[in-house]
């Protein structure tokens, strides 16, 4: 005999499939009502405190001044209007991007110069 062969011996005390098997079988309702709880727990946090927002900032080194701006903020409503008409999707995502409102709200561009600074400094006008 080994020693762990002796110390199972000893102990006398030895796990069998049919003891998790009979564990399972007579607990059957208080896990199941375990599981249900924290089922109900999880979808009661996800719908109170579930309220995601992702923000990103894009570093912009290709030199988009405010007229590049201006023309794409124009512009890409009518592009994501037009792939939703190609692809049948009037609705959801794309139809959202449509939309110029969702430009204005979700897309705030941040310059390294605003428009009064542009103006004293260089004898810019506001455009």
């Given at each position: 005999?080994?020693?762990?062969e002796?110390?199972?011996a000893?102990?006398?005390q030895?796990?069998?499939l049919n003891?998790?098997?009979?564990?399972?079988?007579?607990?059957?309702?208080?896990?199941?009502?375990?599981?249900f709880?924290?089922?109900?727990?999880?979808?009661?946090?996800?719908?109170?405190?579930?309220?995601y927002?992702?923000?990103?900032?894009?570093?912009?080194?290709?030199?988009?001044?405010?007229?590049?701006?201006?023309?794409l903020?124009?512009n890409?409503?009518?592009?994501?209007?037009?792939?939703?008409?190609?692809?049948?999707?009037?609705?959801?995502?794309?139809?959202?991007?449509?939309?110029?409102k969702?430009?204005?709200?979700?897309?705030?561009?941040?310059?390294?110069?605003n428009?009064?600074?542009a103006?004293?400094?260089?004898?810019?006008?506001?455009?």
């Amino acid at each position: 005999m080994t020693n762990t062969e002796q110390q199972i011996a000893e102990d006398g005390q030895e796990i069998s499939l049919n003891d998790i098997l009979d564990f399972f079988v007579t607990k059957w309702k208080v896990l199941s009502m375990g599981a249900f709880f924290g089922l109900i727990m999880a979808l009661g946090g996800t719908l109170l405190l579930g309220k995601y927002e992702a923000e990103a900032t894009l570093i912009n080194k290709s030199g988009i001044d405010y007229l590049t701006w201006k023309n794409l903020k124009r512009n890409l409503p009518i592009l994501a209007d037009k792939v939703s008409e190609a692809t049948n999707n009037g609705e959801g995502f794309l139809g959202g991007l449509s939309s110029e409102k969702w430009w204005q709200k979700n897309v705030v561009p941040t310059f390294s110069i605003n428009k009064e600074d542009a103006k004293a400094i260089f004898g810019m006008s506001k455009e």
